[in-house]
């Protein structure tokens, strides 16, 4: 290859401007990219540059030995080595390859995740989506049985990890289902079982869904696997926080697609709070640009309403311990008729505070996000509720009730997003739901009993 020859071809850079880049430093893969600005788009170039900087990529000639139509224009096409004794590696669900063939006197390469099971050593399968003026699909759909190409070795370290312990939730666009095909296929084959798989699958019109009978099939016999299926509708910022909010943070996410998908759902999940460590990208290189301080800053969540329940909740405690007390509200809270209304209104609040957790259990999602947020930010208001009844702890049955109220505000004020590196071990946040959950439980049987008394006795 000439210093002049283009090496990628998304940005039109030459092989003589990568050379320049190496000499001046750019000895690695991330500095060369960072560098030149090259195999930022497709990615197909990047053996290419890793053979620049000294590393060996092996070509291996194929021919098409099954060709099979899996929707509309898109087709899956088995590869099997020139040489019949040769052998391929094992991959992984998310692995890909570089195909090459000499088209119009110039080679073209193109970068395909594979689709089929990770156990195939035999061939390679490689599923195309046929673009209206692509020159290599085009080169490909037409008369494909009698072409011959060459592929490389195994690219790319990340993969999905269909043995993992923890649920994945896969977020895939157009043809970027073919490795969510192949880990079906696997699963299928080798008979695993994991926590779940949740596939969420765009596509633009319902003829591009990819293999849909096949996977259907998959998750009929394997009920861990779940799929939801969107036609030509973009998946909304709040559906992404409810598939967020139904997993823990143990859950690994994959974002598989087009580059314009895969930004989106990155960033979203970024948003709801997912770490950049449970987002995995598939490709050699990075979605979105972490800054180096991005360990520091990946958890991007409000927490003013934190912060202003932690200030109620002290001037509350503030005003018991001082005897800070206001005449007027003393004197409301000396009528009998004002105290049982206002207790009425403690337990309504109560009761508010229990939709979006009967929600959750009974897997109501819609609107899941909304009413978390509600829940959050309506908990913060707890010592204020308190204050209109009553303005101290009180004694005995009071006392008991009172302290569990303000403990319960307390335990739910330092949740998830006030201390979120604790709350990454499943156990610390399993532990924290159920003693608010408890204590929930308590206080709304304790403030009925309370409340029934109070109008009883009236």
């Not at 998310?94 to 080679?107: D, T």
């Not at 999940?269 to 800053?297: D, W, Y």
């Not at 004002?338 to 979006?356: C, D, E, N």
Request: charge should be positive.
């Amino acid at each position: 290859m000439e210093d002049n020859s283009i090496v990628c071809h998304c940005t039109g850079i030459t092989q003589g401007r990568l050379k320049q880049a190496i000499t001046q430093g750019a000895t690695n893969f991330e500095l060369l990219v960072s560098a030149t600005d090259a195999c930022t788009q497709c990615g197909s170039c990047a053996p290419y540059l890793h053979e620049l900087l000294g590393k060996k990529i092996n070509w291996t000639a194929v021919e098409i030995s099954k060709i099979k139509s899996v929707a509309t224009g898109i087709k899956s096409f088995k590869l099997k080595a020139k040489n019949k004794n040769h052998q391929f590696d094992n991959h992984q669900p998310g692995q890909y390859i570089l195909v090459k063939a000499y088209i119009n006197e110039q080679w073209v390469t193109r970068p395909y995740a594979l689709s089929a099971a990770r156990s195939a050593t035999t061939y390679r399968e490689i599923t195309v989506r046929k673009k209206p003026n692509g020159v290599f699909t085009q080169w490909l759909f037409d008369g494909a049985e009698t072409k011959t190409m060459q592929i490389t070795d195994l690219q790319g370290t990340g993969y999905i990890d269909i043995a993992s312990k923890n649920k994945s939730v896969c977020f895939s666009g157009g043809v970027g289902i073919t490795p969510i095909i192949s880990a079906c296929r696997s699963i299928k084959q080798e008979k695993l079982s994991n926590t779940g798989l949740h596939i969420d699958y765009s596509v633009s019109d319902a003829g591009h869904i990819a293999c849909e009978r096949e996977l259907k099939k998959i998750i009929k016999k394997n009920p861990f696997i779940s799929l939801h299926i969107r036609v030509a509708q973009r998946i909304s910022l709040a559906e992404i926080t409810d598939i967020v909010q139904a997993n823990n943070s143990e859950t690994q996410y994959y974002v598989i697609g087009p580059n314009q998908f895969e930004t989106y759902i990155h960033k979203a999940l970024l948003n709801c709070g997912v770490t950049e460590s449970a987002i995995n990208n598939l490709k050699e290189k990075t979605i979105i640009a972490v800054p180096q301080s991005a360990s520091k800053t990946t958890h991007s969540v409000n927490r003013s309403y934190v912060y202003i329940g932690m200030l109620l909740l002290s001037a509350f405690l503030i005003q018991e311990w001082f005897d800070l007390k206001i005449p007027i509200i003393e004197a409301l809270q000396q009528d009998e008729s004002y105290k049982r209304w206002t207790g009425f209104i403690v337990l309504s609040f109560i009761a508010f505070q229990w939709y979006y957790p009967i929600k959750q259990l009974f897997s109501f999602k819609k609107n899941l996000f909304y009413w978390q947020k509600i829940h959050k930010y309506n908990g913060v208001i707890a010592p204020v509720i308190l204050y209109i009844h009553a303005t101290s702890i009180g004694y005995a049955y009071l006392f008991i009730l009172s302290t569990a109220y303000l403990s319960n505000n307390i335990l739910a004020l330092c949740n998830r997003d006030a201390f979120h590196s604790w709350f990454k071990h499943h156990l610390v946040y399993k532990s924290w739901l159920s003693a608010h959950i408890l204590l929930t439980c308590c206080i709304s049987i304790l403030v009925w009993y309370h409340l029934f008394f109070a109008f009883a006795y009236s």
